[in-house]
């Protein structure tokens, strides 16, 4: 090896013996084509999309950029484009009114509600979309917790919530969904799902489960997108008691095994992108296929920066969801879904 000293000219045919060259294979775009490892596909996306009741506009939410609270008949109009460009499943939320929540998200139990309604104009449409629908009953609760409250009103009580939410996903999978996607984060509401799913007959209904869902600040533009905001996340009752603690790593991994063990068809961590240590630790654990939720927060924060002009959207965007497959995840839920399946097109 030569040494190099200071303020001596480089002469011009100066050669270095190096029999590994890392560069060779960055010479040219198609060399790097050549020798990419990871690659996104539409296939790979689950486009999250919110519903609203009656006819309005499209109601761009302030928070979200891009992202719109639909009516049924847009809602249908938003997956046939996404079907266009290859996406091949969505996850729907609703977003209710404020007069139809009270404290038991009763709303839930009617059987013509919103969402079950929305699940079954989608289904019409376009059979072959596969159809993903949340169970837990923030959208519905006008503290905005994923679950009924216990007596003292101080904490969501877990078994009675389960029992809830267990009848929610035999309503769902009545209503035609692929795969109810329990997002509370109760203990043993996987197998409770899946033996009521299994019980109504549903066998084929599969589970997608938030395992490693933690209690995330990413979060906040979602609960502006469905009004579940309120309580959440203030001091008297924030969604630390079921959400997991971003600190902890072997709890995460706990949790993954349990909901593999209770019946979960799919696993989930959500948020994505500052998880990705998780990520790969669930991949590298469990064989079961893995999800990563790359969630409003994620998007918004990218969105912002691209407004001021900080970051380039197109490039941080794809960027961000390499990373995440990059990490183990198979499946992406993601609001770049449209955009990125757009951008992979060309
Ligand atoms: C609630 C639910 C949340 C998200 C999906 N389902 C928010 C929460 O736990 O308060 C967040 C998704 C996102 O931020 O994009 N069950």
């Given at each position: 090896m030569l040494k190099?000293v200071d303020?001596?000219p480089?002469?011009?045919a100066?050669?270095?013996?190096l029999p590994?060259?890392?560069?060779?294979l960055r010479?040219?775009?198609?060399?790097?084509?050549l020798?990419?490892?990871?690659?996104?596909?539409?296939e790979?996306f689950?486009?999250?999309?919110?519903?609203?009741?009656?006819k309005?506009?499209?109601?761009?939410?302030?928070s979200?950029?891009?992202?719109?609270?639909?009516s049924?008949a847009?809602?249908?109009?938003?997956?046939?484009?996404?079907?266009?460009l290859?996406v091949?499943a969505?996850?729907l939320f609703p977003?209710?009114?404020?007069?139809l929540?009270?404290?038991?998200g009763?709303?839930?139990l009617?059987?013509?509600?919103?969402?079950?309604?929305?699940v079954?104009?989608?289904?019409?449409?376009?059979?072959?979309l596969v159809v993903?629908?949340?169970?837990?009953?923030?959208p519905?609760t006008?503290h905005g917790?994923?679950?009924?409250?216990?007596a003292?009103?101080?904490?969501?009580e877990n078994?009675?919530?389960?029992?809830?939410?267990?009848?929610?996903?035999?309503?769902?999978?009545?209503a035609?969904v692929?795969f109810?996607?329990?997002s509370?984060?109760?203990d043993?509401r996987v197998?409770?799902?899946?033996?009521?799913l299994?019980?109504a007959?549903f066998?084929?209904?599969?589970i997608i489960?938030y395992s490693?869902k933690?209690?995330?600040?990413?979060?906040g533009p979602?609960r502006d997108?469905?009004?579940?905001?309120?309580?959440?996340?203030t001091k008297?009752l924030?969604?630390?008691?079921?959400?997991?603690?971003?600190?902890?790593?072997?709890?995460?991994?706990a949790?993954?095994?349990?909901?593999?063990?209770?019946?979960?068809?799919?696993?989930?961590?959500?948020p994505?992108?500052a998880y990705?240590d998780?990520?790969?630790?669930?991949?590298?654990?469990s064989?079961?296929?893995?999800?990563?939720?790359?969630?409003?927060?994620?998007?918004?924060q990218?969105h912002a920066a691209?407004r001021?002009?900080?970051l380039?959207?197109a490039r941080?965007?794809?960027?961000?969801?390499?990373?995440?497959?990059?990490?183990?995840?198979?499946?992406?839920l993601?609001?770049?879904a449209?955009?990125?399946?757009?951008?992979?097109?060309h």
């Amino acid at each position: 090896m030569l040494k190099m000293v200071d303020h001596m000219p480089t002469p011009a045919a100066f050669k270095l013996d190096l029999p590994c060259r890392p560069r060779r294979l960055r010479r040219s775009a198609t060399v790097r084509a050549l020798v990419e490892e990871t690659v996104l596909r539409p296939e790979d996306f689950i486009a999250p999309l919110f519903v609203v009741e009656g006819k309005p506009a499209p109601e761009e939410i302030a928070s979200m950029p891009g992202q719109f609270r639909l009516s049924i008949a847009d809602l249908v109009k938003e997956c046939r484009a996404l079907r266009k460009l290859g996406v091949k499943a969505v996850a729907l939320f609703p977003k209710l009114d404020a007069k139809l929540k009270n404290a038991e998200g009763t709303e839930e139990l009617n059987d013509d509600g919103l969402i079950l309604r929305a699940v079954k104009a989608v289904k019409k449409a376009l059979p072959e979309l596969v159809v993903i629908t949340d169970v837990a009953l923030d959208p519905y609760t006008t503290h905005g917790h994923d679950g009924v409250l216990n007596a003292a009103g101080t904490d969501v009580e877990n078994d009675r919530t389960v029992a809830r939410l267990a009848a929610m996903a035999v309503r769902q999978a009545r209503a035609g969904v692929d795969f109810v996607a329990p997002s509370d984060m109760m203990d043993g509401r996987v197998g409770a799902i899946r033996s009521a799913l299994d019980a109504a007959g549903f066998t084929e209904t599969g589970i997608i489960a938030y395992s490693v869902k933690f209690n995330s600040a990413y979060y906040g533009p979602f609960r502006d997108a469905v009004g579940s905001a309120q309580a959440a996340g203030t001091k008297s009752l924030s969604k630390a008691t079921y959400q997991l603690n971003p600190a902890n790593r072997r709890e995460a991994l706990a949790e993954a095994v349990l909901d593999a063990a209770e019946g979960a068809d799919v696993l989930m961590v959500k948020p994505a992108g500052a998880y990705l240590d998780i990520i790969r630790d669930v991949r590298e654990r469990s064989d079961k296929p893995l999800a990563a939720y790359q969630v409003s927060g994620e998007y918004s924060q990218i969105h912002a920066a691209a407004r001021l002009g900080w970051l380039d959207l197109a490039r941080t965007r794809h960027e961000s969801l390499i990373a995440i497959k990059r990490a183990g995840a198979d499946l992406i839920l993601t609001y770049f879904a449209k955009d990125e399946a757009k951008a992979l097109a060309h």
